[in-house]
């Protein structure tokens, strides 16, 4: 067997741990002679998998108990809907644009209501996090959006946004558990698993109580509802029941490692190496403003296209896979979630280095 170092930026690199641990339980779980795949989602031990998920996360997370956690489908982007779709009390909501991610659940959010781009960064390709300290926030506006880490761009809000006392709602699909966060400052912070927790199929939204309502737009299915799924701690119908026992997992493994708070300074080293040496390299550059980089997600350019190519196939046959930057916007981008290891971005850091010396004249 040999693993490579998979810069995915999602479905992405998960804990080795993790996955040997579940590949032991893969036929027999904890004595019950079945696999977590196998097993009623209505049976104790899975009952204690979801139980002791949401406990572990909002241990991590530091969840206040006037907020739940659900574990859900569909992905971030059902969210761009069920979002507006129980919000939406006055039918309008401002939103932030940093990236695609964002645009999307903008553009979703219009065919609901009022939804108004009060800031944006696309006149620089999203190379940046606009000034959102005095923002013309809309008086009846029933929510401010953001996506908090921007996959494809790589930049990160490192200053919450001033929503002048509106409910803030933000995807960090990409950045979920990097840090430690102050959840109450968040209406609703959400974000699809697959980038930094576990398996795709799976989306967790941590939610204000206050925004749990009966009172969602006419219309709305049943099961895009937060109340049903409240109400009924996520198995109002069968969950991805597999991959919330693999998040679990995670959340083990997180704890273990320290924390939130290990795990940023873990990240920030991580990231450190990588950005030192773009900062120094005569041919590699990053793309995004220094002070808006991600931890995460790492776009960077040669400024040849051809030379990119040639990059990531080599890259590639060294053992280090998925560099190539997002079709949108080309070059490189290096994922380096929670589960990649040091020695990961420290080869990767090596093969450019002995890419450039091989390259230049
Ligand atoms: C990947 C991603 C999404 C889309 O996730 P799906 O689960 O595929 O719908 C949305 N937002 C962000 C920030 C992402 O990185």
Request: some cysteine; charged content about 25%.
């Amino acid at each position: 067997m040999s693993r490579v170092y998979n810069f995915s930026a999602g479905p992405a690199v998960l804990p080795e741990e993790v996955l040997k641990e579940a590949a032991a339980e893969m036929l027999d779980y904890n004595g019950t002679g079945m696999s977590v795949m196998e097993m009623s989602h209505r049976s104790k031990a899975y009952e204690e998998i979801i139980q002791g998920a949401e406990q572990d996360l909002r241990d991590l997370m530091n969840i206040p108990d006037n907020y739940k956690v659900l574990f859900l489908q569909g992905g971030a982007s059902q969210q761009f809907a069920m979002i507006p779709m129980n919000l939406m009390k006055n039918k309008v909501a401002d939103y932030i644009i940093t990236g695609q991610w964002a645009k999307k659940a903008y553009q979703e959010a219009q065919v609901y209501g009022k939804a108004n781009a009060i800031a944006s960064s696309a006149d620089e390709t999203f190379s940046y996090i606009p000034d959102c300290s005095d923002l013309p926030i809309s008086e009846d506006a029933d929510y401010v959006y953001i996506c908090e880490n921007n996959t494809i761009y790589g930049t990160k809000f490192k200053t919450l946004p001033n929503t002048k006392g509106k409910t803030l709602v933000s995807d960090v699909s990409s950045c979920f558990l990097s840090e430690p966060v102050d959840v109450t400052k968040y209406g609703i912070i959400y974000g699809g698993v697959q980038k930094n927790i576990g398996p795709a199929g799976v989306v967790i939204v941590i939610i204000r109580e206050d925004l749990i309502t009966e009172d969602t737009l006419p219309g709305t299915p049943t099961m895009l509802k937060y109340k049903i799924h409240a109400d009924n701690a996520s198995l109002y119908n069968t969950p991805p029941a597999y991959g919330i026992y693999i998040c679990g997992k995670v959340f083990k493994w997180l704890k273990k490692m320290g924390g939130l708070e290990a795990m940023k300074q873990r990240n920030e080293e991580k990231a450190k190496i990588l950005y030192d040496f773009l900062d120094n390299s005569k041919m590699f550059k990053g793309t995004v403003r220094k002070e808006d980089r991600s931890l995460m997600n790492v776009p960077f350019v040669t400024g040849d296209a051809d030379l990119d190519a040639k990059f990531v196939k080599e890259a590639k046959a060294a053992g280090l896979e998925n560099l190539k930057g997002h079709r949108s916007v080309g070059g490189m981008r290096a994922s380096i979630y929670n589960a990649m290891p040091k020695e990961g971005v420290e080869a990767l850091v090596a093969f450019m280095k002995k890419f450039e010396e091989e390259n230049t004249k």
